[in-house]
C-alpha cells in the first residue's frame, strides 16, 4: 500500500468523533499520513452520557491521553443502580486488564481533546469538510478516496466539491454510516437498536463519585404510578453540572412510537428538589440520538474501506456504551493498516486488511451475541421487573451484573465470574 504520487495521503479518516480521532492518532504514530475530514468545527456537541467505563479509560491510557482531575476529569468508583425497591452500589471490579475507576468529561471538551491528541501525533484534520461519497476505482470498484465539500458553521454549502485520495479509507461517520451506505452495506435488522435522549442541569450533584442507574422509571411516586418504558441515569461532570438522560432498547432496528423527550419531562417532574432538576437550572434542551448495536452493519471492511464505531453498529448492548469500543475498533483499524503498508504485493495488502473483520469478530463478537440475548429478554416490562425486584440483591447476580454493566472481565483467567462470562461468549455464535 505505498502512497502513490497522485494520493493526498496513506490513509483518509472519515469523521473525527473518538473513533476517528483516535485512528488518526495510532496511523499517525505509525508513520502514516493521515487525512482527517469531519463536518464539523470543534469545539461541537454531541449526544452522549459522558460517562466512560473502566474500559474506555484502559483506551485512554493506551493513547497517553492525559486523565487526572486537572485535566478536566472527574473520577467515579462505580455504578449506583437504583430500582426494585433496591439502592445499591457497586464499585468496578478489580481487574488486571482494566482500572478501577471511570472518568466523565462532557463530549464537547472530550472530543476537542482527542482530536489535539491526534494533531500532536501528527495527523492532519481539516474541520467544516463534510464528505459527500466514496471515489471508486473504475476498474476494480475499490475505494480509492473521498469526496468532499467545505461547508460553514451551519453546516451549509461553502465551496466546490473536492477530492481526496488514499489506498485505504476509515468510515469512522457516525449512525449514518454514508460511507458504508453508499457501498450498499445496509443496516441489519436483527440487531438491537437503542435510543437515548438527554441534557444537563446545574446542580450540587455535580461531584457525585458514582455513575447512577435507574433501571425504574416512574410516572408519579415510586411503586404509586405507572412504571415508564426505558431506564435513565445522572452523570455528575464535576464542573457544576450533570448529564441527565434516559433511553430504550430493542431487539430489533424498529422504529418506535415512544416520545422520548415527553418521557424525559414526566421522569424529571419526579425527580427530588434538592438536586434542582428543573427549567431553571437546565442547560440547553433535550437532544436524542440512535444507538446502532452489535455490529449491525457487516461487512466491517470490504473493497478498502473499514468501518469503526457507529458506523459499524459497535455500541454495546448490555449497557449502550460506544465511545470504548469504537476507540478500540480504530486502534485494531491503524495496526492494520500500518501492516498492509509494509506488505509487498496488492494481494498480500489485502490479506492484511482482511484482518479487521476477524479479529473484531474474536474480540466482540461473542460478547455482542449475548448482549443481544440480554436485550431478548429485557425488553419485556415483567421479566425485567422481576429481575430488578429479586435479583438485584442476589451478590453473585450483581458481580456478573457488574462486569457485564461496566463491559469488563478477564478475557484469560480471573475468578469464576469472569471464566464464566468469557466462557459464554465462546460458546454462543459471533454477531
Known sequence: MPQLH????????????????????????????????????????????????PRAVSELVKMGVPIEENDGWIRNKGLRV??????????????????????????????????????????????????????????????????????????????????????????????????????????????????????????????????????????????????????????????????????????????????????FATWMKNAPAEWEFTPDHQLGPVRGAALPMAFNRKPLYTRGLILVGDAGGMVSPFNGEGIAYAMQAARVAADVVAQARSRGTAAAREKALERYPAIMSQDLGGYYRLGTMFVKIIEHPQIMRLLTKHGLPRPLLMR????????????HGGDLVDRVIAGLTKVVPAA
Not at 400 to 410: H, P
Open 6 to 53: 497522485d494520493d493526498d495521503a496513506d490513509v483518509i479518516v472519515v469523521g473525527a468523533g473518538p473513533g476517528g480521532a483516535t485512528a488518526a492518532h495510532y496511523c499517525a504514530a505509525a508513520g502514516l499520513k493521515v487525512l482527517v475530514l469531519e463536518k464539523a468545527e470543534f469545539p461541537r456537541d454531541k449526544i452522549c452520557g459522558d460517562g466512560l467505563t
Open 82 to 263: 437504583i430500582g426494585g425497591g433496591h439502592r445499591l452500589e457497586l464499585e468496578w471490579p478489580e481487574l488486571s486488564s482494566y482500572p478501577s475507576f471511570g472518568l466523565a468529561k462532557a463530549r464537547t471538551s472530550f472530543d476537542q481533546l482527542l482530536v489535539e491528541h491526534a494533531r500532536s501525533t501528527g495527523a492532519e484534520i481539516r474541520e467544516r469538510m463534510n464528505v459527500t461519497g466514496p471515489v471508486l476505482d473504475e476498474r476494480t470498484g475499490r475505494v480509492v478516496g473521498v469526496t468532499a465539500r467545505p461547508v460553514d458553521g451551519n453546516g451549509r454549502r461553502a465551496g466546490e466539491e473536492q477530492t481526496f485520495r488514499a489506498p485505504v479509507v476509515i468510515a469512522a461517520d457516525g449512525v449514518s454510516a454514508r460511507m458504508a451506505t453508499a457501498l450498499g452495506i445496509a443496516k441489519r435488522d436483527d440487531r438491537p437498536m437503542g435510543v437515548a435522549v438527554r441534557t444537563y442541569f446545574t446542580t450540587p450533584r455535580h461531584t457525585d463519585p458514582w455513575m447512577e442507574s435507574h433501571l425504574e422509571l416512574w410516572e408519579g411516586k415510586p411503586h404509586e404510578s405507572a412504571l415508564l418504558p426505558g431506564y435513565g441515569w445522572i452523570f455528575a461532570l464535576g464542573d457544576g453540572s450533570v448529564n441527565v438522560g434516559l433511553g430504550s432498547v430493542s431487539s430489533r432496528a424498529q422504529a418506535t412510537k415512544i416520545d422520548y423527550k415527553d418521557l
Open 400 to 411: 456478573f451484573t457488574i462486569k457485564l454493566l461496566s463491559d469488563c472481565y478477564e478475557p
